[in-house]
């Protein structure tokens, strides 16, 4: 059965024997993959047309060499990036200084408040208005100490990483509480919301590094299974093959 190609505006689509491989045009790593397209896709046709099934069964071979060999560098700088994402997550959920050494000092009285709430609403609610030095005290040992559910543990990473952020960077001494008849005339501390709103755009900029990591991992995986199906192997053999070929 002949490869199909699909030119679309962000990937190029490759189907054989009913499996179909996605291969995106923004993403660096594929660079090599897509390289390799035109000449597979010519060569492996016109190859099935000409041979015989034994002399194409060793051509098809030598025609995938290139293609595996670009999926094998993609998959090599797809982990790299990963890697770099993880090491950035990581930093990102480490609490600055100050912050760590409060969460140290009020942490076993932070985890026993939480853990006295009844109910998701209340846990809920407690999170959503955590401070950071409340948050640090709560994603100890990732949220084991306070008993978070894996639901709570998210979101307290998801709020922790803004704040801690606009800390480590400057933006909470930008933005002072500000007095208010509800909350009081005579305030001190940040305006953590405000803060974290300036943090906004560099956690948008992680979270579409992070999307990127899941789009090369579920680009790689149709790699795999379209080589399998081509050469009609096992896709742990297809992968042993890529591997190699680094």
Do not use: C, W
């Not at 950035?88 to 408040?113: C, F, K, N, Q, S």
Request: aromatic residues 6%; hydrophobic residues 45%; proline residues 7%.
């Amino acid at each position: 059965m002949p490869i199909t190609e699909a030119d679309r505006e962000d990937h190029v689509a490759l189907g054989v024997n009913g499996i179909f491989a996605v291969v995106p045009k923004d993403r660096p790593a594929f660079a090599p993959v897509l390289a390799a397209v035109p000449s597979l896709v010519e060569g492996f046709n016109r190859d099935e047309a000409t041979f015989k099934p034994e002399a194409f069964a060793a051509a098809r071979e030598r025609r995938f060499e290139p293609f595996i060999g670009g999926t094998s560098v993609a998959l090599s700088a797809a982990t790299g990036n990963a890697r770099e994402v993880e090491t950035a997550r990581r930093t990102a959920l480490t609490p600055p200084p100050a912050v760590a050494e409060d969460a140290t000092r009020y942490g076993p009285e932070i985890r026993d408040r939480f853990r006295s709430l009844e109910g998701p609403g209340p846990r809920r609610a407690f999170i959503e208005s955590a401070s950071p030095t409340a948050m640090a005290a709560l994603l100890v040992a990732d949220g084991s100490l306070a008993e978070l559910s894996d639901d709570e543990a998210d979101r307290a990473r998801e709020l922790a990483m803004p704040a801690f952020h606009a800390i480590r960077t400057g933006a909470a001494g930008a933005h002072p509480k500000r007095p208010t008849l509800e909350g009081g005339l005579i305030v001190t501390g940040t305006d953590n919301a405000a803060a974290t709103a300036q943090a906004g755009a560099a956690m948008t900029r992680f979270r579409e590094r992070v999307a990127g990591v899941e789009r090369d991992e579920a680009a790689l995986k149709s790699l795999v299974a379209f080589i399998a199906a081509a050469l009609e192997v096992d896709q742990g053999t297809a992968l042993e093959r890529v591997v190699a070929a680094s």
